[in-house]
């Protein structure tokens, strides 16, 4: 099982090649590639590298499949007794991304640093 | 009194609530009076409950992170303190997701911990 985790607009998110996942709004076009830099862990079944908190070098690329917007969701607002309420409906922006290669670079120093434990 | 003469509008909006209410316990989805209550209720606590989520389940990561921090042999409170000396970001979602599906993983990254608040308590030491 290898998977790496990756970090992209303020939120953590577990990635394997192949999955197809959605991240807030990349400002990539559809079917050109997404490169997430901000990989904190790399695992490959046996082994574990994790970075202090980044590990330098190491990318996940991924195809950007389509721009896409979230269910609405509606904010309704209301403050009993003043005669106030608001009904807000907001769909968030998403990028759907297919996973295409996970790389740790050439750096050893994680690991070195897990065999010294 | 003149004639109120707006009734169409008014049973637009009122079945536009009992749309809404659809599916309701009861009264709540049959009679405006109850259900225009119900829904407003209902967008009221889903507003609210998108932001209280985030902290509920916060709660529950951590909650789930103690248990497996104990079951290795270490409070979910030194635990932290070492993911911190260790220089490990992962967030708490990510931790108590390895640590129920990639127990390996996890364990690797307490044995970092522990070793990474050894250090900081040697260091303390000799300072």
Do not use: C
Not at chain 1, 12 to 17: D, I, K, L, P
Not at chain 1, 61 to 88: N, P, S, W
Not at chain 2, 2 to 12: E, G, M
């Amino acid at each position: 099982m290898v998977y790496a985790i990756i970090k992209t607009g303020g939120r953590q998110y577990r990635v394997a090649e192949g999955e197809t996942i959605d991240v807030d709004l990349l400002e990539v076009d559809a079917g050109r590639t997404a490169t997430f830099s901000h990989v904190l862990m790399y695992a490959d079944g046996n082994k574990l590298t994790h970075g202090d908190p980044l590990i330098s070098g190491a990318k996940v690329t991924a195809e950007v499949v389509e721009q896409r917007k979230d269910k609405k969701v509606i904010a309704f607002k209301f403050k009993r007794r003043k005669g106030y309420h608001r009904t807000v409906g907001h769909r968030r922006k998403l990028t759907r991304v297919k996973i295409k290669s996970i790389s740790i670079g050439a750096k050893k120093s994680a690991t070195a640093k897990k065999a010294a434990d | 009194m003149p004639r109120a003469t707006n009734a169409p509008a008014s049973r637009a909006r009122r079945k536009r609530v009992l749309k809404k209410a659809k599916g309701y316990r009861g009264r709540r989805s049959k009679l405006f009076r109850y259900a225009k209550d119900a829904t407003m209720k209902g967008q009221y606590w889903a507003y609210r409950d998108r932001k209280t989520r985030k902290r509920t389940f916060r709660y529950l990561w951590i909650q789930r992170l103690n248990a497996a921090a104990r079951a290795n042999g270490m409070t979910y409170s030194r635990f932290a303190e070492g993911l911190k000396a260790a220089g490990i970001g992962l967030d708490r979602k990510i931790l108590s997701d390895l640590a129920v599906t990639d127990e390996a993983a996890f364990k690797s990254i307490v044995d970092q911990a522990k070793s990474a608040l050894a250090d900081k308590s040697n260091q303390k030491k000799a300072a």
